[in-house]
């Protein structure tokens, strides 16, 4: 095999390798970011459902106080009855008192509405925060697994930029700049010909090309797709 060309099948499986790594790295900082993201709306979650029960504890403070009024206030009407002297003052109070009773009513309705509020919301915010501390829990484990992998990768990584590094230092440097140049460009900058058929771009060597390819000593590229191409009996 032409000189240089083990190494360079041997650097490509490498950059491979390399790549993976590289961007199974490059997307952690995506996937922390969702675990942020699902973090802020489980708070944001038991937080409105606090809110919720906070709400209806308020409305039934202020209809207590309304219904404390009234009561004051029927009672109050009910100590005036005797000393009403006209019929039109009368009729002006029991009016009065009515409206008072009617209040008190609608005060204690509003408690009782906020009661179940409050029921129905405390349950459901003890259900969020359940859910959410399990959610926790687990975005805790997924975040710790991330910190694992990307230690475990950048190690992974540095290996591959070192063993790179040793590779290419074999590989002659006209052809290592080739390589280089080509894997710009594609992620792969050798192609293997099986049957005739780059494996790079799969379009057909043309037959004096695979003659050469097969009999000489010197690096050809697909026409095609430009990649270094690796004879058919070459190792592997
Ligand atoms: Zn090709």
Known sequence: MLEGLAQLIELQEIDVALGTAESE??????????CAARRESAAERTAEAKTAVAGAEGRQRTAETALQDQEALLAKLENQQHQVKSNDAYTALLREMEEAK????????????????????????????????????????????????????ATRAETFRS??????????????????????????????????????????????????????????????????????SSGN
């Open 25 to 34: 790295l490059a997307k952690l900082p995506e996937a922390r970011g969702a």
């Open 102 to 153: 009617e209040a008190i009513s609608a005060a204690e309705t509003q408690i009782l509405e906020a009661m179940e509020t409050i029921e129905s919301a405390s349950s459901a915010t003890a259900a969020v925060e359940i859910e959410v501390a399990a959610l926790l829990e687990h975005l805790g484990a997924e975040e710790q697994a991330f910190d694992v992998r990307e230690k475990e990768l």
């Open 163 to 232: 063993e790179r590094q040793t590779v290419q230092d074999r590989v002659p440097p006209e052809l290592a700049i080739q390589y280089e140049r080509i894997a710009k460009r594609c992620t792969t900058a050798l192609a293997r010909v099986v049957k005739e058929i780059c494996q790079g771009c799969r379009m057909n060597i043309p037959p004096q090309l695979y003659i050469e390819l097969m009999n000489t000593e010197q690096v050809h590229v697909c026409p095609n797709c430009r990649r270094i191409l690796i004879p058919e």
